[in-house]
């Protein structure tokens, strides 16, 4: 299983950004994937959920109604589109995918958003 994030960096407070996940090796699918971020000095969040044929979505409070997770099952890619960006949006963001009892990780983006 690998999963490669990209599409981080700087953004601006109001400001957009989105992320990419590439996965393989398993069958994309047929798992719900999700994003988590973990800010600096804090622990590591659950920020999205998207079920495995993108008809169902959860979001934590803190990004709801800002952030859009979506999936393209025929690339193999999820994604988190970023908007309306806040300084506490700030943090390392990971993609992830639970295969029976086993999380798998990417290796995480950095995400900064600052004037």
């Known amino acids: 299983v690998q999963l490669v994030e990209s599409g981080g960096g700087l953004g601006q407070p109001g400001g957009s950004l989105r992320l990419s996940c590439a996965a393989s090796?398993?069958?994309?699918?047929?798992?719900?994937m999700r994003w988590y971020r973990q800010p600096p000095g804090k622990v590591r969040e659950l920020a999205a959920y998207i079920n495995s044929d993108g008809g169902s979505t959860t979001y934590s409070n803190s990004v709801k109604d800002r952030f859009t997770i979506s999936r393209d099952n025929a690339k193999a890619a999820v994604y988190l589109q970023m908007n309306s960006l806040k300084p506490e949006d700030t943090a390392v963001y990971y993609c992830?995918?639970?295969?029976?009892?086993?999380?798998?990780w990417g290796r995480g983006i950095q995400v900064t958003v600052s004037s």
């Open positions: 090796g398993f069958t994309f699918g047929g798992y719900g």
């Open positions: 992830n995918v639970v295969i029976g009892a086993r999380n798998y």
